[in-house]
């Protein structure tokens, strides 16, 4: 993890790049808040009460002088970002609707984002997945072209780094869904200076075996090769499948099964053909391989906005921080 950390810091030194912490009564949050308020490459907002942030700050004997703290329910925003949320929800929430919903939060932090006041959002250490999901799919939403938004995980160890998804948000995928993750996955893993090889996942290489699962893969392959052509800022990247994980893996492996792919167990990029494998995948990969797992990275958004697991440390919420901001450049 800290190549990846070492290059984002350098990129985003001296930026200061507005990031939202809505969980502020944590203390895990708000130590991470400490240690990134001291540099210079993210400045964090954290929401909360602010007696209570303070004393939950004398409690960690931490300081936090300088650091920006906002109460959603006495922010001096709190009135047009009320306004903004009716006029992007068009007619799905009432103004009453609205000023109850954004005292929670992960919706009142959303609308920072969405309004312009910072550039990225990190929530989940206190939250399930999909608290802080819904906000940015209703509020942040997808790019255009991009039907759903998708969650990777940096697998890191030494100087290994691989990408791996989705891993976190869609139960169902069908080929056209696969597809657009793949293409999503490789432009994360570019954005971050890797030269994405993308492998499309399965139980099956090349045709070893058919089924209605394998021939999905197949399809989606096919499918994010064909739009991988009209993405100008993919040149250059391969995505290829489907692979059983050691055929894209494994050079010896690749040769046996895979002798004509451009991918010859060099791949870097990890697509799963279903949110259960993705999710059962990684954690292997983390527990039993002993890789740093940063993530999910949600993907397809509009602005950045990233999600915690519950068992997080200080050193992830940094991380995450860090990479939220290095999306918004």
Do not use: W
């Not at 400045?43 to 004398?58: H, N, R, S, Y």
């Not at 931490?62 to 709190?78: F, K, N, Y």
């Not at 989940?124 to 509020?139: K, M, W």
């Not at 494998?277 to 993907?299: E, M, T």
């Amino acid at each position: 993890m800290a190549n990846l950390l070492e290059v984002l810091n350098e990129k985003l030194s001296g930026k200061n790049v507005k990031i939202v912490l809505p969980e502020g009564n944590d203390e895990r949050v708000l130590q991470a808040a400490v240690e990134l308020h001291k540099g210079d490459k993210v400045a964090p907002i954290v929401l909360g009460d602010k007696a209570e942030i303070e004393a939950l700050a004398t409690k960690l004997g931490v300081a936090i002088d300088g650091i920006e703290i906002m109460d959603p329910a006495t922010s001096e925003l709190r009135e047009d970002l009320i306004a903004k949320f009716v006029e992007r929800r068009k007619g799905k929430a009432t103004e009453e609707q609205a000023t109850e919903m954004l005292k929670d939060p992960n919706y009142f932090g959303t609308m920072l984002v969405y309004a312009g006041h910072a550039a990225g959002l990190v929530s989940g250490a206190a939250h399930s997945t999909a608290d802080t999901v819904r906000p940015a799919l209703q509020i942040i939403k997808t790019k255009p072209g991009v039907s759903r938004t998708s969650g990777v995980f940096f697998m890191m160890r030494g100087e290994e780094q691989y990408v791996m998804g989705d891993c976190a948000i869609n139960p169902q995928l069908d080929s056209q869904a696969l597809a657009e993750i793949a293409i999503e996955s490789a432009k994360t893993a570019k954005q971050f200076g890797m030269e994405p090889k993308v492998a499309m996942l399965s139980f099956s290489t090349k045709g070893s075996a058919k089924t209605p699962e394998t021939e999905k893969v197949t399809e989606a392959t096919k499918l994010a090769q064909e739009k991988l052509a009209s993405e100008s800022d993919l040149q250059g990247v391969v995505i290829d499948g489907e692979f059983q994980f050691d055929a894209a893996f494994v050079p010896s492996v690749a040769a046996k099964k895979a002798p004509e792919s451009p991918i010859q167990g060099d791949a870097n990029v990890f697509v799963f053909p279903s949110l259960e494998a993705g999710n059962i995948g990684y954690k292997i990969a983390q527990r039993l391989g002993g890789f740093d797992a940063v993530g999910p990275i949600l993907q397809g958004l509009n602005a950045p906005v990233n999600d915690l697991s519950r068992g997080c440390s200080t050193e992830d919420v940094v991380s995450l921080s860090i990479i939220t901001a290095a999306q918004s450049l």
